[in-house]
């Protein structure tokens, strides 16, 4: 079968280079992909949100399933596209309806959606110009760091931890001001909630699911975790703290309450659900919502999946994934991202990328990469390439991945050297 990939980063090629594995998989398109996934199938220069352009590729190339890759494309309603028109509706599409797409489209909507299913979260108040003083008492009546989130999209940048209560309010009405545009045009002020990070992934077909290996990312740009927020600087799987207990929590008390939420609001969900988590004392709360897999997670969770990742694809878009069981390694596997100098501010683009050639052990995930007019490989963006590798322990395959690092280069190449680093303790 022919298969339609919507994404162009690190993400979509750890989906291109795992689908590729399937005797199921005829051709792979990618749209648009990036250097990498040129290599997985055949790229097509279409934005992921145009979607006539996408309904065009999927009849001219006998498209059989489209999955979805970032979250612009599946809230602004690229299945809901496919459903109302007759000539594509048939094609399943791997990724939720725009409605349960609010699930990551606005904090608010998730927050309602939690708890009404008594699902364990944050305490919080929804702010707008409206009720601005409302916010300003609740903020008060917290202990910091203050959280300020921005409703809608923000590209990962709409979440602000501040110490300062002067700051806070401020920022508050910054915010609120147009400072993310749109997206903050309603504020989510949380309780700052403490403990450690994990990120659980399913994969559904709205009434059945399967949990994949859990992950832990590491966003801020340096070293012990400070500096900017970024789109994420790498990742461990699995999670050594996630024991048997935790699982057996978060399944129970998140994951089922969740997907039976779904089913209660009539929010029809094929699709991936990354639940981000702060876990303390063997206990969690959900942090946030995604609609679809995390980036860089999925570099570190795909390679654990021993499991013939179309058929389970497949299952979910017939809604049989009760008939269905994944196959997960016990290897570790790790993720260093290579970024441009600069990022996440300004940074400069088209640098000569070298060492990629070299024989490696690791897994190679192209980000923000492209061929030049002299088809040589050049930086594209702020995060370029995630380095994977898999070991007995983090350790060892974290080994792997800063040995492959130390024969790569570029001009400006920058990239934490402690991944994992709170993960002995």
């Not at 509706?89 to 939690?114: D, N, R, T, Y």
Request: glycine share 10%; aromatic share 8%; hydrophobic share 40%.
């Amino acid at each position: 079968m022919n298969i339609l990939l919507i994404g162009s980063g690190g993400r979509e090629h750890a989906f291109a280079w795992k689908l590729t594995q399937s005797p199921l998989l005829s051709k792979l398109f990618i749209a648009p992909g990036n250097a990498g996934t040129a290599d997985m199938g055949i790229n097509l220069s279409i934005s992921p949100t145009d979607f006539d352009a996408i309904k065009k590729a999927v009849l001219d190339n006998a498209i059989s399933m489209v999955i979805v890759g970032p979250e612009d494309p599946l809230v602004q309603g690229i299945h809901d596209f496919f459903i109302q028109d007759t000539k594509i509706a048939h094609i399943p599409v791997i990724g939720p309806q725009k409605q349960a797409a609010q699930l990551e489209g606005s904090k608010q909507f998730a927050k309602e959606f939690m708890n009404r299913h008594a699902i364990p979260t944050a305490a919080h108040i929804t702010v707008n110009p409206e009720n601005i003083e409302e916010g300003y008492s609740f903020l008060t009546a917290q202990k910091p760091p203050y959280v300020l989130k921005a409703d809608g999209l923000a590209g990962g940048k709409g979440v602000l931890i501040l110490d300062s209560i002067q700051e806070a309010k401020q920022e508050l009405q910054n915010m609120l001001q147009g400072k993310f545009g749109e997206a903050s045009k309603q504020v989510v002020i949380e309780e700052c909630l403490h403990g450690i990070e994990m990120s659980i992934f399913v994969l559904t077909d709205g009434k059945d699911y399967l949990i994949l290996p859990e992950a832990k990312d590491y966003k801020r740009i340096g070293e012990g975790d400070t500096g900017l927020n970024t789109g994420g600087m790498g990742a461990v799987s699995p999670v050594p703290f996630a024991t048997e207990k935790l699982r057996t929590h978060i399944e129970h008390d998140i994951i089922q309450p969740t997907i039976t939420g779904l089913q209660k609001d009539t929010l029809p969900y094929c699709g991936f659900i990354f639940i981000g988590l702060m876990v303390e004392n063997e206990t969690a709360k959900v942090i946030e919502y995604n609609v679809r897999m995390g980036d860089p997670e999925t570099e570190v969770v795909f390679p654990r999946i021993e499991s013939d990742f179309l058929e389970l694809c497949i299952a979910a878009g017939e809604q049989k994934l009760s008939k269905k069981s994944i196959r997960i390694k016990p290897e570790t596997a790790t993720t260093v991202m290579l970024v441009s100098g600069g990022y996440p501010g300004s940074y400069e683009q088209g640098k000569k990328m070298d060492g990629l050639e070299s024989p490696t052990n690791s897994l190679l995930f192209h980000a923000g990469t492209k061929r030049n007019e002299h088809n040589e490989l050049v930086t594209a963006g702020g995060r370029v390439l995630a380095v994977t590798s898999y070991g007995k322990t983090k350790d060892e395959a974290l080994r792997e991945s800063y040995n492959t690092i130390s024969r790569i280069s570029f001009e400006k190449m920058n990239y934490r050297t402690d991944i994992g680093f709170d993960l002995d303790i």
